[in-house]
């Protein structure tokens, strides 16, 4: 299979919560990450191009975890 993407993709695991209007997701999974795009597993999908907020939890910042807030599409 030839990959498609424009853009470089890393893993990145990391836990996240996303925010589309308002709904909320918690304890989500993402898996790669790229210049313009975060890869967030979740059951059920919202379509794409809907805005949105995205906090990444990093661990290991000591007593508490680094959040990292977000704005997309």
Do not use: W
């Amino acid at each position: 299979m030839v990959e498609s993407r424009r853009r470089t993709r890393v893993n990145f695991a990391a836990r996240a919560e996303v925010q589309v209007g308002k709904r909320i997701y918690k304890n989500l999974q993402t898996r790669d990450l790229s210049h313009k795009g975060l890869f967030v597993l979740e059951s059920h999908p919202e379509k794409p191009g809907r805005k949105c907020r995205v906090t990444i939890y990093l661990e290991g910042g000591g007593e508490e975890d680094i959040a990292l807030h977000l704005k997309g599409l």
